[in-house]
Every structure is written in C-alpha cells, then in structure tokens.
C-alpha cells in the first residue's frame, strides 16, 4: 500500500514495507496495470507470446487446426470467434483510447463471424 504526498503537487509517495513506512522523493507517478499480463489461465487455450500476451489476427496467422476458410480477423486470437482487445492484447500500445477503440472494433468482428 503507498500513498501520495503533497501540497498542490507530488512530492513524495509513502509505502508500507516490512520495516515500517518509508518516504520516496517523487515528481511525477505512473501506474502501469496491464504491463504484465494475466493470461496463465488461457494456457494451451489461446496462442500467446513468449511474454504472455495473446497474439491476434496477422501476429497468430492461420493456426494449425483453423478450422474456417477465411484468416483470423485482426483481433481474433487462435481460437474462432474469441477476440480480444486492450492491455492483454501482444502489441498493442498499452493506452485506454487504444484498449476502448479495439474493443469497439472487436463487436464489428464479432458480428461478422456471427453473420458471415
């Protein structure tokens, strides 16, 4: 747990260690959720990337066993029909706008593969 620390602007962050409460000197603070992905649970589901991110559309080509005539659509993973969108995703540029857009694009994807 850490907190912020300031008059008007940051100064300092706070965290609870093991040893009691220490004080960093900061100026600027960045979360970074999503930097590591949470995918372990879609082993041998899904294709993913040596760091776990799940691969989509030209990056998963056509996988072995695809059992459609037509290649994987841009956020579609290995597995027909299942897209994703957003942090997880291998390459995307890690930013809300980016994450809101692809899922906004991934209904249109979904819509194709329900209505070819």
């Known amino acids: 747990m850490s907190a912020a620390q300031g008059n008007g602007h ?7 260690t093991p040893d009691g409460e220490q004080d960093v000197e900061a100026e600027a603070m960045f ?15 899904v294709a993913r990337d040596e ?5 989509s559309g030209p ?4 996988p072995k066993g695809w ?10 993973t290995s597995m027909p029909g299942v897209f994703v969108a ?11 706008a980016s ?5 906004a ?3 249109r994807f979904v819509h194709e593969h329900l209505v070819p």
Not at 59 to 62: I, L, N, S
Request: hydrophobic share 40%; no cysteine.
């Open 105 to 107: 694009m991934a209904v």
């Open 31 to 45: 979360i970074f959720i999503g930097a590591r992905p949470e995918t372990d649970w879609l082993d041998g589901q």
């Open 59 to 62: 990056d998963v080509g056509r």
């Open 86 to 96: 957003g942090d997880v995703r291998s390459g995307s540029v890690k930013r809300v």
């Open 10 to 16: 940051l100064e300092s962050v706070r965290f609870l």
């Open 67 to 76: 059992p459609l005539e037509r290649d994987p659509f841009l956020l579609e």
């Open 51 to 55: 760091r776990g991110f799940i691969l």
């Open 99 to 103: 994450s809101v857009g692809e899922g």
